[in-house]
């Protein structure tokens, strides 16, 4: 397997395993592609979540631009 980097992803690599956490480069790979599973399960999960609330909760009178609207102002 051949995997590049850029530049300021191999300098983090090379930081995390001088501050002694990790014992070489490929654990701080494993853990990052370990944290990102976990990561992408809490978004599906988050938005199953959402999308059922949004099937079972009452009709809205918002047209979808409007829903879209509110939520970006909503999460500034």
Known sequence: MNISFTKKQEEY??????SREYQNNSDVIRDALRLHGIYRE?????????IELGWNG?????????????????SR
Do not use: C, G, Y
């Open 42 to 50: 809490k978004v599906i999960q988050d938005l199953r979540k959402e």
């Open 13 to 18: 690599i090379s930081e995390q395993e001088a």
């Open 58 to 74: 009452p009709d809205s009178s918002m047209t979808l631009d409007e829903l879209i609207e509110a939520k970006k102002t909503k």
